[in-house]
């Protein structure tokens, strides 16, 4: 079972139409997104709840 991995939050600004925005991602291991039972594919729109008490993000499929 690989559902267990270390991801990285990262920032990448962008400029669109002259403007310069912020774009974040959250990178999921290859173990942990290829692995028979996570939950999400490419291409899935997602829910994110965050919970700044706990420290926690959770993602859901819409």
């Given at each position: 079972?690989?559902?267990?991995?270390?991801?990285?939050?990262?920032?990448r600004?962008?400029?669109t139409g002259?403007?310069k925005?912020d774009?974040y991602?959250?990178?999921?291991p290859?173990d942990v997104?290829?692995?028979?039972q996570?939950?999400?594919?490419?291409?899935?729109?997602?829910?994110i709840?965050?919970?700044?008490?706990?420290k926690r993000?959770?993602l859901r499929?819409?």
């Amino acid at each position: 079972m690989a559902l267990k991995g270390k991801g990285k939050f990262i920032n990448r600004p962008t400029t669109t139409g002259g403007k310069k925005y912020d774009k974040y991602f959250v990178y999921i291991p290859t173990d942990v997104a290829n692995d028979s039972q996570f939950p999400f594919k490419a291409g899935d729109i997602i829910e994110i709840l965050v919970e700044p008490k706990l420290k926690r993000v959770i993602l859901r499929k819409e």
